[in-house]
């Protein structure tokens, strides 16, 4: 609610513990992580090189040195760390078991066989899609109840207005839990922070190995006190707003030719150097997964771009993963802060209309403690 750091948690309960003379809180950061049950995350810093990118995993427990040697051969054992770059990952194992041990955790698992439909023939959730109920047919991997799928996304965001730095976390959400109880456990699988994207082949490379360890092995729990079984998981969905996910197929961006993981559409260069998918392109061939997987191969064999596509992603290694069903079409910015933000000012703008529309906003009397308080629909139009 307050946002507070976990130092200002622990001042707090000092003075309170100091207050009232015994240790009723506490009082450092091991205490207080054992509290919440944070003790058993499995975290790692994974180093890679940060001139030739290659991935150089864990330093050896005992040296604490690097076990490997890069390509470029600036990162090392025997090298100093001035080009060593890191990223921080926390195994979902130990998350997923904590999760696994709430109560009545079992039965919200079961969400999507009790589930009531407003509309029979309406998108509800993910489990309408073509994706979903294709792995749910009998003798396919979600057929049984105690297999479960992931979302996963990842985005950058800026750590401060004024700095270039921006965090890159992996979001995991379990698609069987009930909608309300996605949100609440979402999972988190690694971070990485820096003035530069990350390279997704390294970022998500120890994510992959555990989502295959998870597939081959999974995890085995107690749904009830008689009841013991071994629940395998997959990936089936990733959401990705543009720019992250051609970084994450290893693709040209929107903004290149053969741009669009979905098609074949070529796009076609404007006078101004703008390049655009014009009405006559779109009812082009549809890419397919093995399609998509082939020119993955060939592209890496050759090292040339073939439709669009210029290396191997790491997607490719995640266990009955679709690449093209799977990378979902983000929202947000396509329609939300696009088509809609583009048409608004004809649907509503007119003055009287934009008057009206205020007047109803400004009614919203939001609790004081809300720092942020209706604004006029004008702010939003521009």
């Not at 993910?126 to 985005?155: A, V």
């Not at 990936?235 to 693709?251: N, Y």
């Not at 009405?279 to 064999?301: M, N, P, V």
């Not at 009206?356 to 919203?364: T, V």
Request: aromatic letters at 12%.
């Amino acid at each position: 609610k307050n946002h507070l750091s976990y130092e200002a948690t622990i001042d707090i309960f000092q003075w309170i513990n100091s207050f009232h003379n015994a240790n009723l809180l506490p009082a450092d950061k091991t205490s207080l992580w054992k509290m919440l049950g944070r003790k058993n995350l499995e975290k790692s810093r994974r180093y890679y090189c940060k001139s030739c990118t290659e991935y150089l995993g864990l330093k050896d427990k005992k040296t604490k040195l690097l076990k490997i040697q890069c390509s470029c051969k600036k990162c090392g054992p025997k090298q100093k760390e001035n080009h060593l770059g890191h990223f921080l990952y926390i195994g979902l194992t130990s998350q997923i078991k904590q999760l696994l041990k709430k109560p009545n955790i079992a039965e919200a698992l079961q969400y999507r066989f009790h589930r009531k439909k407003k509309n029979i023939d309406s998108l509800e959730d993910i489990y309408d899609g073509q994706n979903y109920p294709d792995l749910c047919k009998p003798g396919k991997f979600l057929e049984n109840w105690h297999n479960f799928s992931f979302t996963f996304n990842t985005d950058g965001c800026s750590v401060s207005e004024s700095s270039r730095t921006s965090a890159w976390p992996i979001f995991i959400q379990i698609n069987e839990l009930p909608p309300h109880m996605r949100k609440k456990y979402i999972l988190l699988a690694g971070i990485y922070v820096d003035d530069h994207h990350p390279p997704m082949s390294n970022f998500l490379r120890p994510f992959i190995v555990e989502m295959k360890k998870l597939f081959k092995t999974g995890i085995t729990w107690n749904p009830t006190d008689t009841t013991e079984v071994t629940s395998r998981m997959i990936v089936v969905t990733s959401s990705l707003d543009s720019p992250a996910r051609s970084d994450v197929t290893c693709m040209t961006r929107f903004n290149g030719y053969f741009g669009c993981l979905y098609c074949y559409v070529p796009g076609k260069t404007l006078k101004q150097g703008k390049l655009v998918y014009p009405l006559e392109q779109s009812f082009g061939e549809l890419r397919l997964d093995s399609q998509i997987r082939a020119d993955t191969k060939y592209a890496f064999k050759e090292c040339i771009k073939i439709n669009g596509i210029k290396g191997i992603s790491p997607l490719i290694s995640l266990p009955l993963f679709n690449i093209r069903r799977g990378v979902v079409v983000e929202t947000m910015h396509a329609v939300f802060l696009g088509v809609v933000q583009l048409h608004k000012p004809y649907y509503i703008g007119d003055p009287n209309t934009l008057k009206a529309i205020d007047y109803y906003l400004f009614m919203i009397k939001p609790p004081s403690r809300r720092s942020r308080k209706p604004r006029s629909i004008k702010t939003y139009l521009q």
